[in-house]
């Protein structure tokens, strides 16, 4: 499980010795000073009509995002990447319409 937290050294002390009294953990590693990948899933449900689709396809291409679905009046989007991208990506799409966004939140792994 990967659980994002922001504060200074007392706060993710707390956090550290709440999580070890855990059952189920095994392990804590703090991924702030060690070279890491870190992602976000995010899919965007995006009204769309014939006329504009293959806009939002070419710009959902743009930045490496898939379509997942489409529909009549919607297209939907995955898109993996940071939270920057992912936003310049939810920006874009403003004009068309959003119609429904979820995002998983920070996943990471140490590189290596």
Excluded at 27 to 33: A, G, M, V, Y
Excluded at 64 to 88: L, R
């Amino acid at each position: 499980m990967t659980v994002t937290v922001t504060g200074d050294e007392e706060v993710l002390e707390q956090i550290t010795k709440q999580l070890n009294k855990l059952i189920n953990v095994i392990k804590i590693t703090d991924l702030t000073c060690k070279k890491s990948i870190l992602r976000e899933l995010m899919f965007l449900r995006i009204s769309s009509t014939n006329e504009n689709r293959s806009e939002i396809i070419q710009l959902a291409n743009v930045f490496k995002g898939k379509t997942v679905d489409i529909a009549p009046k919607s297209i939907t989007v995955e898109v993996t990447g940071d939270e920057d991208k992912n936003n310049a990506f939810i920006e874009l799409m403003k004009p068309f319409g959003i119609l429904e966004i979820v995002r998983t939140g920070l996943t990471a792994i140490e590189r290596g």
